[in-house]
């Protein structure tokens, strides 16, 4: 069940939120999701509120069951706003979640390139790998994000990390058909003939899905079987 306050903060009701802090609930209070006030309004994106219950000394850094912080559901759920004053009360940039995913990560996975931007800008480990290895870049090739991918690689991101099965970006977006990433990680030099732990290329494994476009791509870059 919720806190009192937390449905308050959830909903937007700043007043009501005021109300309850002045007399005397825990700013932190914590209902059975594990939830703290501040991640609530965060993830509706009640900037006012959120700025109040930080004023009135809210933990930044506060984790739920499965380790977010209120920057993690802030860059999870887009809101830039958000990002940027928790970031300038102290939020660990690099906070991550019990799977290792940063803020970065998950603004890459869910495709908000603005979140992603201004993380970069105040400093993102660009190649900050999770738990499997998997870089933001990554995850973006995986989703097909395009402008992502670009911003990521103009940004330093490693074109030949590789997650725990031996996969590179390149690998990952064209095993799932996404043309546009594939030509973006070859035009900034991506190895083509990179294999995973099973032996398989980038070629290889978009022939065996039938991604004809990517395949046809591959080999113009002169990529062989």
């Known amino acids: 069940m919720e806190t009192q306050l937390s449905i308050a903060a959830e909903s937007g009701n700043l007043d009501e939120v005021v109300r309850m802090i002045r007399e005397g609930v825990l700013v932190d209070s914590v209902g059975q999701d594990g939830l703290t006030p501040l991640m609530k309004a965060t993830m509706k994106g009640n900037v006012e509120i959120a700025e109040f219950l930080l004023d009135q000394g809210a933990d930044v850094e506060a984790k739920d069951p499965y ?7 802030a860059a999870a759920v887009g809101q830039a706003e958000l990002v940027e004053r928790l970031l300038a009360r102290g939020a660990h940039i690099e906070a991550t979640d019990q799977y290792g995913a940063t803020a970065l990560m998950k603004a890459a996975r869910r495709h908000f390139p603005e979140v992603a931007r201004i993380l970069i800008q105040r400093g993102a480990q660009i190649n900050a790998v999770d738990n499997l290895g998997r870089t933001a870049l990554m995850r973006t090739a995986r989703r097909g994000f ?8 103009e940004s330093g991101a490693d074109t030949e990390a590789r997650d725990e099965y031996g996969a ?14 594939v030509r973006v990680l070859l035009e900034k030099g991506a190895e083509m003939h990179a294999k995973d ?7 290889l494994w978009a022939f065996s899905a039938g991604h004809a476009n990517v395949v046809k791509l591959l080999k113009a870059h002169g990529a062989q079987y």
């Open 67 to 73: 380790g977010w912080t209120p920057l993690l559901w």
């Open 146 to 153: 395009f402008d992502l991918a670009a911003l990521l690689l």
């Open 168 to 181: 590179t970006s390149l690998i990952i977006a064209a095993s799932e058909g996404h043309e546009e990433v």
């Open 197 to 203: 732990k099973n032996g398989w290329t980038a070629w």
